[in-house]
């Protein structure tokens, strides 16, 4: 596994504070996710459980209780009598996922714009402030996958907002399950990408074009934004040649 895993006793005392079995595995459940997203645990590997017992210094009744919850967001694969492993990276797959997500957010953009209240708007003024003041390392400036945490949490609260005013439920579910599909992807194709994008003006003119009322200029920038991510994944992935498709189908 990559990076460093948290010890057992620091684990532990958190474990022992949540006070129950349900909520132990909502830890694991929110700290094995998170590894997934940033890329912790490589494409392909095996998940055993008492080795993530170890990692997050908790139960493996817990543990499985979690990868199972994983497993049904596809978040983890599961095979009997193999058991669980991390999702391998395709280039198929993702560009799958970006089309999904062009369908189902942009959509959801327009129904929002359409629905547009001041408490709305006013949300993705925040959002978006809180983006651009905070910094997003590449390549050899980022350390490891924690360097970029709180960048990623807000990238995920901007396009939340955008979609926020949708007016469905389900929709909103589909999206957010998207993202975290999309997620482990776009780490990728950001954290090695060069020249650097410029997403701070991606973000803007999605932004711009939403607060001004234009539902499918909106809904084009959030498209072109994702398609560039995809763009560059392919690219690295070209790059790299054979060797580099580790992982992936």
Not at 151 to 173: D, K, M, P, T
Request: net charge negative; hydrophobic share 40%; with cysteine.
């Amino acid at each position: 596994m990559k990076g460093p895993a948290r010890s057992a006793a620091a684990g532990g005392d958190d474990f022992a504070r949540a006070g129950g079995k349900a909520t132990a595995a909502t830890l694991v459940y929110r700290r094995l996710k998170g590894d997934l997203l940033r890329g912790a645990l490589a494409p392909g590997e095996r998940l055993q459980v008492e080795q993530i017992a170890l990692r997050y210094g908790a139960g493996t009744n817990p543990v499985r209780e979690a990868m199972n919850r994983l497993a049904a967001e596809r978040m983890v694969d599961h095979e009997d009598q193999r058991g669980f492993s991390v999702p391998v990276l395709s280039i198929e797959q993702f560009r799958d996922i970006v089309k999904a997500r062009c369908w189902l957010e942009g959509r959801a953009l327009v129904e929002s714009v359409r629905n547009r209240t001041e408490a709305w708007e006013d949300g993705i003024v925040l959002a978006l402030h809180r983006l651009l003041r905070t910094p997003f390392l590449f390549g050899t400036d980022a350390q490891d996958a924690d360097d970029n945490r709180e960048w990623e949490v807000r990238h995920r609260q901007f396009h939340r907002a955008l979609i926020s005013n949708c007016g469905s439920e389900w929709l909103l579910r589909f999206c957010e399950e998207l993202m975290d599909q999309a997620e482990r992807y776009r780490y990728i194709s950001d954290s090695n990408t060069y020249p650097r994008r410029n997403s701070e003006e991606e973000h803007r003119r999605i932004s711009d074009a939403a607060l001004r009322g234009d539902a499918e200029a909106a809904a084009e920038h959030l498209v072109a934004q994702y398609q560039l991510t995809l763009e560059l994944y392919e690219a690295k992935v070209r790059a790299a040649g054979p060797a580099g498709d580790e992982g992936r189908h």
